[in-house]
């Protein structure tokens, strides 16, 4: 089994920035390709980032694009979710994902994951 914990969430006002991190163990993390989603009150959960096992493809949602970056750090079991020029739209949980699956057409999907944390709020204020 996979225990995922987030971190990094709070409060920042519009165009700052926060780095959320997402531990995992149970298993080595570079046998997972991994993800960030978001859920905002009254909406549902939404794809935001994923990354894959070695890192090197990624891929966005295109409202997050150029805007947030997603990365990992393997020998220490996680992954990362830089945020810039945050806007009050962004304000979420954001929950972090991990897949067994190999096929990159599954990675922006909630059912393409087999394991979630519990989530970090970020909350951005104008």
């Known amino acids: 089994q996979v225990q995922l914990v987030e971190s990094g969430g709070g409060l920042v006002q519009a165009g700052g920035s926060l780095r959320l991190s997402c531990a995992a163990s149970?298993?080595?993390?570079?046998?997972?390709?991994m993800g960030w989603f978001r859920q905002a009150p009254g909406r549902e959960r939404e794809f935001v980032a994923t990354?894959?096992?070695?890192?090197?493809?990624?891929r966005y949602s295109d409202s997050m694009k150029g805007r947030f970056t997603i990365s990992r750090d393997n020998a220490k079991n996680t992954a990362y979710l830089q945020m810039t020029s945050l806007k009050p739209d962004d304000t979420a949980v954001y929950y972090c994902?991990?897949?067994?699956?190999?096929?990159?057409?599954?990675?922006?999907?909630?059912?393409?994951?087999?394991?979630w944390g519990q989530g970090t709020q970020v909350t951005v204020s104008s």
């Open positions: 994902a991990a897949s067994n699956s190999y096929s990159r057409s599954t990675y922006t999907s909630r059912s393409g994951y087999n394991y």
């Open positions: 990354i894959n096992r070695s890192g090197d493809y990624t």
């Open positions: 149970g298993r080595t993390s570079s046998s997972l390709a």
